[in-house]
C-alpha cells in the first residue's frame, strides 16, 4: 500500500485500528468492501464475569476476541457520567482514546432522539463531549419502546453536524422499529445522508418485516451514490440465533452491498452470541481476516496501570 492510499479497516494493525476514529473510519470501512464486523455491547456489562466486584472479561473484550473490528457502546449513562468511564472487567477510563487502546478497537457511542435518560440522548452538548473524549464515532438510532422516527433520527443528524467538529463520525438511522412503526426506503435513509452522516444504518433483510434483499439493495445502493456508507444491522436478537442462520444473512447482505456488519447485544446479558459473529465473519471475509483479527485482540493495560492513569505496557503486534 502506498502513503497516498486509503488504508482499508481490515489490514490495519492493532495500534492503528485503536486510533482509528472520524471520518477516517467511515473511509477505512468503505476501502474493506462489505468486509467490517461492528458489535453493539451494553456499556455496564461482564457478561462472563460472576465476581460482584467486575473482576473479569467486559463484553467489548469479549466481541473483540471473536473478530470485531468496531466497539459501539449502547446504554452509556450506564457506565458514563459526563466525565468518567466505570467499565466493570476493565476498570474507570478518563477518555475513550484510553480505553480503545487498551482494547485493541476504535470505540463508538450510541445517542438517541427518543424517549431516553438525558445522557443518552443525541445533543450537541453530550455528543461534543463525547467526541472530545476520543469516541470514534456516534450512532444515531433507537433503542425498543424509545419511539424514535426517521425524522427525528434527520432532525437531530443535522443539529449534531452543525454543531460538532465536520470531521466527526456519524452514522444514523434504525436497526428495527424502535416503538414507531414506519417502512423503511431509499427516500428515508437517503434524508439521512442529506442531514450529515456519512453513515446510514439499516436492518438486514431478514431481520426485519418487509426489508427484502430487494429493497436493501436499492437502499444501500442510493445511500452510497449519495456520499455515505451503509452497515446492516441484527438488531432483533437474532445476534443470538443458532449459527445455520448466518449463510443467509451475511451472503444476502454481501451481495446488497453493505458496507458494514452489525451485530447487537441482546444474547447473554449486552453482548451477541460470539460464536454466531464469529461464523459470521468467516462467511464474509475468510478465515484469514478473521484470524488475523481475532489475533490482535488481547487487553494491553491492566486495571492497575489504567485505574492509576500509567502507561500500558505494549503487548504482541502485527502489522
Same mark, same amino acid.
Given at each position: 500500500?502506498?502513503?497516498? /492510499?486509503?488504508?482499508?479497516?481490515?489490514?490495519?494493525?492493532?495500534?492503528?485500528?485503536?486510533?482509528?476514529?472520524?471520518?477516517?473510519?467511515?473511509?477505512?470501512?468503505?476501502?474493506?468492501?462489505? $468486509?467490517?464486523?461492528?458489535? /453493539?455491547?451494553?456499556?455496564?456489562?461482564? !457478561?462472563?464475569?460472576?465476581?460482584?466486584?467486575? $473482576?473479569?472479561?467486559?463484553?467489548?473484550?469479549?466481541?473483540?476476541?471473536?473478530?470485531?473490528?468496531?466497539?459501539?457502546?449502547?446504554?452509556?449513562?450506564?457506565?458514563?457520567?459526563?466525565?468518567?468511564?466505570?467499565?466493570?472487567?476493565?476498570? /474507570?477510563?478518563?477518555?475513550?482514546?484510553?480505553? !480503545?487502546?487498551?482494547?485493541? $478497537?476504535?470505540?463508538?457511542?450510541?445517542?438517541? *432522539? +427518543?424517549?431516553?435518560?438525558?445522557?443518552?440522548?443525541?445533543?450537541?452538548?453530550?455528543?461534543?463531549?463525547?467526541?472530545?473524549?476520543?469516541?470514534?464515532?456516534?450512532?444515531? @438510532?433507537?433503542?425498543?419502546?424509545?419511539?424514535?422516527?426517521?425524522?427525528?433520527?434527520?432532525?437531530?443528524?443535522?443539529?449534531?453536524?452543525?454543531?460538532?467538529? *465536520?470531521?466527526?463520525?456519524?452514522?444514523?438511522?434504525?436497526?428495527?422499529?424502535?416503538?414507531?412503526?414506519?417502512?423503511?426506503?431509499?427516500?428515508?435513509?437517503?434524508?439521512?445522508?442529506?442531514?450529515?452522516?456519512?453513515?446510514?444504518?439499516?436492518?438486514?433483510?431478514? @431481520?426485519?418485516?418487509?426489508?427484502?434483499?430487494?429493497?436493501?439493495?436499492?437502499?444501500?445502493?442510493?445511500?452510497?451514490?449519495?456520499?455515505?456508507?451503509?452497515?446492516?444491522?441484527?438488531? @432483533?436478537? &437474532?445476534?443470538?440465533?443458532?449459527?445455520?442462520?448466518? *449463510?443467509?444473512?451475511?451472503?444476502?447482505?454481501?451481495?446488497?452491498?453493505?458496507?458494514?456488519?452489525?451485530? +447487537?447485544?441482546?444474547?447473554?446479558?449486552?453482548?451477541?452470541?460470539? /460464536?454466531?459473529?464469529?461464523?459470521?465473519?468467516?462467511?464474509?471475509?475468510?478465515?484469514?481476516?478473521?484470524?488475523?483479527?481475532?489475533?490482535?485482540?488481547?487487553?494491553?493495560?491492566?486495571?492497575?496501570?489504567?485505574?492509576?492513569?500509567? @502507561?500500558?505496557?505494549?503487548?504482541? &503486534?502485527?502489522?
Amino acid at each position: 500500500m502506498t502513503d497516498n /492510499e486509503q488504508p482499508r479497516i481490515l489490514d490495519l494493525d492493532r495500534d492503528r485500528l485503536a486510533a482509528l476514529r472520524g471520518r477516517a473510519l467511515t473511509r477505512a470501512v468503505a476501502a474493506a468492501e462489505g $468486509r467490517t464486523m461492528v458489535a /453493539e455491547v451494553f456499556a455496564e456489562r461482564a !457478561a462472563l464475569s460472576p465476581h460482584p466486584d467486575g $473482576r473479569g472479561v467486559h463484553n467489548a473484550e469479549l466481541v473483540a476476541a471473536f473478530g470485531a473490528d468496531v466497539v459501539v457502546l449502547n446504554l452509556i449513562e450506564r457506565a458514563w457520567d459526563g466525565e468518567r468511564l466505570r467499565l466493570p472487567g476493565l476498570g /474507570e477510563f478518563t477518555s475513550f482514546t484510553e480505553l !480503545a487502546r487498551v482494547i485493541g $478497537r476504535p470505540v463508538g457511542v450510541n445517542l438517541e *432522539p +427518543g424517549d431516553v435518560p438525558e445522557i443518552r440522548r443525541a445533543k450537541p452538548e453530550h455528543a461534543k463531549r463525547l467526541v472530545d473524549m476520543g469516541a470514534a464515532l456516534l450512532c444515531i @438510532t433507537a433503542n425498543p419502546g424509545t419511539g424514535g422516527s426517521y425524522e427525528a433520527m434527520a432532525r437531530v443528524t443535522a443539529e449534531l453536524r452543525a454543531g460538532l467538529d *465536520p470531521d466527526t463520525a456519524l452514522w444514523s438511522g434504525k436497526m428495527h422499529h424502535a416503538g414507531h412503526p414506519e417502512r423503511v426506503t431509499a427516500a428515508r435513509l437517503t434524508a439521512l445522508v442529506d442531514a450529515g452522516a456519512d453513515g446510514v444504518v439499516m436492518p438486514l433483510p431478514g @431481520t426485519l418485516p418487509g426489508v427484502t434483499r430487494e429493497l436493501a439493495a436499492e437502499a444501500v445502493a442510493a445511500v452510497q451514490d449519495a456520499g455515505a456508507i451503509v452497515m446492516g444491522a441484527i438488531g @432483533t436478537s &437474532q445476534e443470538g440465533s443458532h449459527a445455520d442462520v448466518v *449463510p443467509q444473512l451475511a451472503l444476502n447482505a454481501k451481495e446488497a452491498g453493505f458496507d458494514a456488519h452489525h451485530f +447487537g447485544d441482546s444474547y447473554i446479558p449486552g453482548v451477541c452470541d460470539p /460464536e454466531v459473529m464469529y461464523a459470521y465473519s468467516v462467511a464474509i471475509r475468510g478465515r484469514r481476516h478473521t484470524w488475523n483479527r481475532m489475533a490482535l485482540g488481547g487487553r494491553q493495560g491492566r486495571l492497575t496501570s489504567v485505574r492509576g492513569g500509567g @502507561t500500558a505496557p505494549a503487548g504482541g &503486534q502485527s502489522s
